[in-house]
Structure formats: C-alpha cells, structure tokens
C-alpha cells in the first residue's frame, strides 16, 4: 500500500470460473475504483459501491482474495474485515473486491440516512459509463469509472445520542454536551456539514482522478492537529484535564506509581469542575486555519469578555471558559459547578484570578457576574498541572492512531510541545495501555476467544491438531497449533529436520511461544507447529514434544536442532526415542562470542568464529584437530571452551543425525521481529498475525516458484554451477564403469552407483561434489540424476502447494465466544524471579575482564593491581 492509500478495483455483475488449477477468476464484470486508507469506514465504503452499481444497500456483500490465492474469498462484514483487508495488502498498489447485491438504490433513503449520519460522506466519481470488462485486472488504467472515499468518519452513536439531548436541553439541565458544528475535519483534511438540507443535492459533482495526487500531505495535517484535537473534543478542556499540583505533591509518598487512579478519585470526588472527560459525548470545536495550536489558542482569546457577558447555558459558559483558559495558558477549577451557577479560580495557591456567572431568569441566560481576569501565578498554574487519565487516554489514543508504535518518551515529548505539561514515564505508560485497549480491546478479555479459536481451527481446517490446556483457575497453561497442510507437507516432502525455538511474545503476561521449523529444498524455514505457554521451562517444552509427536507420523528418525542452554536433548529423546539432537549452530557462536576472552596471539579474535565454523564442517579427524589446533594457538581459553563442547552435538565428522550444521541464521528471528513488531496487540492478534504470515509464506513462495525453470532450487543450483566450474581443471582415471579416481591437489575416488566420493562432500550434503560432476563429465551421465530428492524444483513446489484456509472472524473482536470456556491470561513473574531465570537461561553469560591486569570481575577503572 503506498503512502497510506489502497486502489480498491471495485467489480460487479460479473460471474466466477473455476480454472483448471483451482484458482477462480471473475468474468463479464463492470470496474471502479476507490481510495481508501486506515481511517475508511465499513458503511462509508458500502454506501459508496451501493450508489455505485445501483443497488439496495441492504442487500450489497463485498468479497476479496487474500494476496496470492484466488482460491477463497473472504466475506468484508464490519470494519474490522476492512482493515484487516488493508493490512493483507499492505505491499499492494491496489486489491481487487467483488460486489454483489439486488439492484435499486434508494436515494431519498440515502438522503436520510446521511442527516443522520453527517460522518459519511459520498464518493466522489468521474465518467459514469459502466461497461462490461474482461477477467479482473489491477491496471487500473483501464478503468472507466474512478471513485475516490473523500471522507469516512462517523459519529459515534453516543454522540449522536448527545446532540439528540443538547437540542432538548433546557437551563436548569447540567448536561455538558452540545450540537456538532460544520466546519473542518482536521482527521480526514476534508470540510464537512453535519446537517443536510433536504433540497440539498447530495450526489457531487463529477471530477477527474488526480493520480499524481499525494496522501502526504493529508497525513501530515492529521498528525500535525491529532495532539489537539482534544482541546477541541472535550467542553471542560483544562478545567477537567489538570488537577491542582498542591494536591498531587500532598499524596504523593502515598500514592507510589498509581497517581492515575488518585486522579479519577479526585474526578469523581467532584473536586474539580467539569468532571465530565468522556469525549464520545463532548461536541465538537471548529479548529480555526488548519488547526495549528496556534490558531487553536488566538481563537479562544476572545471567547471570555467580562462581566455582563450572556450565553445560553451552562454548557456554552464551560466550553467558553475552556478555550479561554487554553488560549491563555492557565489552568482554573470550578468549586460551584451546576445549572444555575459556577465560578472557578486559578488552581495556583494565591493567584488573584476568579470568575463567577449564574442563570438569570428574567433574560433566560447564563452570565458573568464577577471576573477577575489578573493572574499574580505568572502562569506556573500551566506549567505544574497534571493531565487526568481519561484525557491523556484521549490524547494518546490520536497519537497512537497516526503512529501505532509511539515509545512511551516520544509520546510524553510530543504532549510537552503541543500543551507544554511535563509527565512522568509511568504516567504516559499507563495512558497507552488505556488508550490501546480502547483502539483494539483488552488484552485479558482476549484469552476468552481461545476456545473459539480452537474450534474454528479444526472446521476451517480439517485434520489440524490444536490443543488448549488450562488449569483449575482457567488460567491459560499451554495452546499448540499445527496446520495439517504443514503437517502433512514436512513429513512427506521436507528432510526430518526440526528446529526448535522459543521466543517472547512481548507482553506484561511473559507467554511464551514455542515452535517447530522445518528446512525446505532451498534452505528456506517452513513452520510446523507453533505453541503459546505461559512460561518457557521443560514440562512445557516436554508438552510441546508430545503433541508434535501425536500431530507428526514418519518411519524417518528425526533430527531436532536447539539451543545448547536450552537442555532439551533430554526431552527430546523421552519423547523421540530415535531421533538425534544436535545444538544450534547460530547459538553456539554467538555464545562462544560472548565468551571469547584475551589474551589473543597470532591472528587474534576476529578470525575464531570462522574457526569454530571450519570446525564444524570438518568431515575427517585430522581436519578437525588440526583447526582446533589453531584455536588453541590463538587463545587458549577459546580452545578449552570449544572442547567442552561436545562434537557429536554439532559436527559433521561426529554427528549421527541429518546435516543442518551449515545453517548458522537465527530460525527464530522471523517470529521474534514479528512479536516486536505487534508487541502492543491482543493473545488473538497476535495468533492472528502468526496465521497469516505463515499463510503468506506458503502462497507467496508457492508463486515465486511457479516460475522456476531448473530442476534444482536456486541456492542448489547455484552451488552445482560453481561445482562444475571447479571440475573442468580436474583430471580423471576410469576404473570401472562405476568407480573413477579424480586428481586435483590430491586422489580421490567417485563410486557413482553409491553416491559417494573419499573426500566426504557428497554425502555429507546431498549435492555432488566436484569430483563426482568431473566422473559425470566423462562417463556422460547428468549431475542431475544424483542429486537429492529434497533439492528439487518439484519438492519446493510441492511443499507449498497446500495452502491455510482462512479463519472468518479472527482478528474481530465481536466473535462469538463460549460462555463456558473463560480463559484467563497467566500470572506474570516477580523482577526477582525473571532475574533468576535470565541467569538459568544464559549461564555462559559473559564476565567483564580488565585490560589493565586481565582479572575477570571488573575493569581497568575499577582496577586496585599495581603493575
């Protein structure tokens, strides 16, 4: 999706074909286009294509294909579905969707239902001509009929339901909400009117598509008011934003890290005037200009006169102290604050200001009685008062929807700017988790959708193997998921190898998430299996086997690869009585990394992983002493450290198992990136967000290689070409019709009819080695027809030909739910406990050594040695 913006190719009145392959295309179809982004509506974008094609709104289904697979069509049902839409292509220019519905638009109920709903607005569309078309393209310079969503914000039913009760309001009501105005909405940079006339022509005017036309802009308007539409959203503003500093500094040492909780008590104690923060219900504000702080503040300067001045509630006398006191920097408390009066000072101890208005029945007004517009404060009442939790919820919120991955620090650097009140870290911290779990809902009540889950998992996908445990509490102990197209794709295509990996899901619960990762034919990682648990520890790695064990059936012994600090061979062989254990190659150098200590002779530091890596790869005795030698020359301590370790974990001269040891990338970083990425979301988004990358790894690579010309993979192809090249300089002796001795530095001898060579290569990696390919030169044979099964173009295909099916209604937080089946989410460890875990976990954890004396322990600083 560039810069924000998704081209919808929007098709209609055509029909699906089902082709040879599976995929189905749609043909005989009239085309538009559509804009949209992030901030478009479900019902905005329905009431556009309803007017579009001419049909009944109630009757109008949108469909679409996930990128890369024109097999399914997911159903768009809510927002929800269209934002999820959007993020599946978020690589994309533009995504093609599928209207259908009974023709017969009504617009004189269209015309209604927009009075109501002033946030919709209309499409804009150019050149109505529709006209039938061939099978769905995404050129869409091809298009007859453009349409661009101008603007999709909605307001909300409470409101709606607030302006239905400030029209009827009358003085002696508190009620502080009132009629939203027209003017310009600073969210969508679009101008808006809320009320429609009923004359008024609502279909507008054809323009043409500005396809050079840039979102940037737009975007950086938003961004640029987002911080200050709150000011312009809550009719308290400062009043019921801050709390007196004196109070804040008086419980302090009581109050600890919950000064958020101290402020909703003073807020419903009714200390503080205008305690009414829920923005749904608060009118709204024109912004002046494009609604730049500055233009907020000049147009609050005027809003208070003096004494005499009328309004017509209560309500308009609030709002208008609320700019005022925002366009003048101060903040005021209301100590009288009802129908019939109010009167409110500076929140600073001894400032002069104050103000006092009541309701005047002869004139049927609200109005100042007394003002005193002095401050003796200097202003400090701005600087020292504190935001209270539903505003900094509000604000945050707007932030976090331009910018879903604000750090806690640029979020309080950026309400510095924009309102100038200092916060503390835990302050904002507290104010993020509030404003996401209103953007995306409450991580705890998500653990209730696990059970569901479960059992869409088994009806979408037949054969799979999901498990969920809980304990007596119904506290979440383990889930485990397999796909069967993962399944079945490993155990018949993929060589038995397995690595295991654990990796944090990013959230104040600490779950953990275990996987089982194959290799495919060209060295890429398949996932298997995945598992949530609430902690990392054996009996949940020990449980994880066990239902890989009932979800996986091969007569091949399996190799399972993991990290050496794990201690998961004994597991692994409880549960796979055959299966070989090997340590990870990427672990094992990044601890011998961590724990290469000086001093450092000959070549030094920089080259001993290289070595460690020879080391592995060795495939005779002599090698390998030989390289462990070297180490040994260059430090000593690097020697003993690699001895330690045990070679038939992770060489290729003493390892039994299948060999792996020449994978060193870390098989955990894919899903460790993607937790980072959506560290902040719910259990179920992120179970979401796993399914679907694993979902578009298989159709993305199952495209990728459908246009493979070579027999072999292309990292096995490559490493066959460069092969060949290197034998054409080798010379060779026939022995017999099988065996052949080859020269180069030295002899070696290729037996074709058992696939082997004494230089160990081959059969140590599958492919033929150089030697080999130099006895196919001239026997006349193709390198080809010895190479392994699981190097094939055709095996990589094959092991992505089964694709997920999609999950309806996962990523909606409105999804059906088992009243009997709560989940709650684990129970976090204590800072002690963690601590003692991370040593259990790391015990080559590395130790600081002085340079000046070469002590561990500390350094050259701290050092007492007199040299």
């Not at 919950?258 to 402020?263: G, M, R, V």
Request: hydrophobic share 35%.
């Amino acid at each position: 999706m560039v810069k924000g913006k998704l081209i919808l190719i929007c098709q209609s009145g055509g029909e699906f074909i089902t082709k040879d392959d599976g995929t189905l295309s749609y043909e005989g179809s009239e085309a538009n286009a559509v804009n949209i982004n992030h901030e478009t509506l479900f019902n905005g974008l329905k009431l556009t294509l309803a007017e579009m094609f001419n049909m009944d709104l109630n009757t109008i289904s949108i469909k679409y294909f996930l990128p890369g697979n024109r097999r399914n069509l997911i159903t768009l049902r809510n927002d929800k579905d269209l934002k999820r839409m959007i993020d599946y292509h978020g690589n994309s220019v533009t995504a093609d969707i599928f209207v259908n519905g009974k023709d017969g638009f009504d617009h004189d109920a269209y015309k209604i239902h927009m009075s109501r709903d002033s946030g919709v607005k209309l499409a804009e569309t150019v050149n109505h001509n529709p006209g039938p078309l061939a099978p769905a393209s995404p050129n869409v310079s091809n298009l007859k009929n453009v349409a661009n969503v101008a603007c999709d914000a909605k307001t909300s039913p409470d409101a709606a339901a607030a302006d239905k009760d400030a029209e009827s309001s009358s003085p002696g009501q508190t009620d502080t909400t009132s009629p939203v105005s027209s003017g310009h909405c600073a969210d969508h940079d679009c101008d808006y009117q809320p009320q429609l006339d009923a004359n008024s022509d609502i279909r507008h005017s054809p323009v043409g598509l500005d396809m050079s036309d840039s979102p940037a802009d737009t975007v950086k308007k938003r961004r640029r008011t987002a911080s200050w539409m709150i000011g312009a959203h809550d009719p308290t503003g400062v009043a019921a934003s801050y709390i007196d500093v004196n109070r804040r500094k008086q419980k302090k040492n009581n109050q600890g890290d919950d000064i958020l909780a101290a402020i909703d008590d003073l807020e419903h104690s009714g200390d503080i005037a205008g305690v009414t923060n829920d923005l749904d219900s608060s009118p709204t504000v024109t912004l002046p200009g494009d609604g730049m702080p500055e233009n907020l503040v000049d147009s609050g300067k005027d809003c208070i006169t003096g004494v005499g001045q009328d309004f017509i509630s209560v309500r308009e006398f609030r709002e208008a102290l609320q700019k005022y006191a925002i366009a003048h920097r101060f903040v005021y408390k209301l100590k009288k604050n009802d129908s019939n009066r109010a009167s409110g000072k500076c929140v600073e101890e001894g400032c002069s200001w104050s103000i006092l208005a009541s309701w005047v029945p002869a004139s049927q007004s609200f109005r100042i009685k007394k003002f005193n517009k002095s401050h003796t404060c200097g202003g400090e009442s701005w600087k020292n008062a504190l935001p209270a939790k539903k505003l900094l919820v509000s604000v945050i919120k707007d932030k976090l929807r331009d910018s879903p991955h604000h750090k806690p620090r640029e979020i309080a650097k950026s309400i510095s700017q924009d309102l100038g009140i200092q916060l503390k870290y835990t302050q904002v911290r507290r104010g993020i988790e509030g404003a996401r779990e209103q953007l995306q809902g409450s991580y705890k009540e998500s653990y209730n959708r696990l059970p569901w889950f479960c059992k869409k998992v088994v009806e979408t996908n037949a054969g799979s193997f999901v498990k969920l445990e809980t304990n007596e509490e119904k506290i979440l102990q383990r889930l485990f998921v397999s796909f069967l197209s993962c399944v079945e794709s490993f155990q018949n295509v993929c060589r038995p190898i397995l690595f295991l990996n654990a990796t944090s899901l990013r959230s104040k619960y600490q779950e953990s998430l275990l996987t089982a990762t194959a290799v495919d034919a060209d060295d890429g990682f398949f996932p298997v299996a995945f598992s949530i648990v609430d902690s990392e520890n054996d009996d949940n790695w020990h449980w994880f086997l066990e239902q890989l064990k009932s979800a996986i059936s091969t007569s091949l012994p399996l190799t399972f690869v993991s990290d050496r600090e794990k201690g998961l061979e004994k597991s692994v062989h409880e549960v796979f009585e055959n299966a070989y254990h090997g340590y990870s190659i990427h672990h094992l150098l990044e601890s011998f990394k961590r724990n290469l200590k000086g001093p450092f002779q000959g070549e030094g530091r920089g080259v001993l992983p290289g070595k460690l890596l020879a080391a592995a790869h060795a495939v005779r005795p002599g090698g390998f002493k030989r390289i462990t030698e070297e180490i040994r020359q260059i430090s000593s301590i690097a020697y003993d450290w690699v001895m330690h370790i045990e070679p038939e974990h992770w060489t290729c001269l003493s390892f039994k198992g299948e060999r792996y040891n020449y994978i060193v990338q870390n098989v955990a970083e894919p899903y460790g990136k993607l937790m980072e990425e959506i560290r902040e979301s719910t259990i179920m988004q992120k179970i979401e967000a796993l399914v679907y990358m694993i979902s578009q790894l298989i159709d993305s690579r199952q495209m990728e290689s459908s246009t493979w010309a070579t027999r072999l993979t292309p990292s096995k192809e490559e490493k066959i070409q460069a092969a060949a090249l290197d034998a054409h300089c080798l010379r060779v002796f026939i022995s017999s019709d099988v065996l052949f001795e080859v020269h180069d530095d030295s002899t070696h001898v290729v037996n074709i009819q058992n696939w082997d060579c004494t230089c160990l290569e081959w059969k140590a990696s599958g492919l033929p080695c150089r030697h080999a390919i130099a006895a196919f030169s001239c026997s006349g044979k193709s390198v080809y027809d010895f190479c392994s099964q699981y190097f094939t173009s055709d095996s990589y295909r094959s092991i992505y030909s089964k694709s997920i099916n999609p999950i309806p209604g996962i990523g909606s937080p409105m999804a059906e739910e088992d009243d009997d089946e709560k989940v709650l989410p684990p129970v976090p460890c204590s800072p002690n406990q963690l601590k003692e875990r991370s040593k259990m976990d790391d015990p080559d954890r590395r130790t600081v050594t002085c340079s000046k004396c070469k002590e561990p322990g500390h350094n050259k600083a701290s050092c007492k040695a007199t040299l």
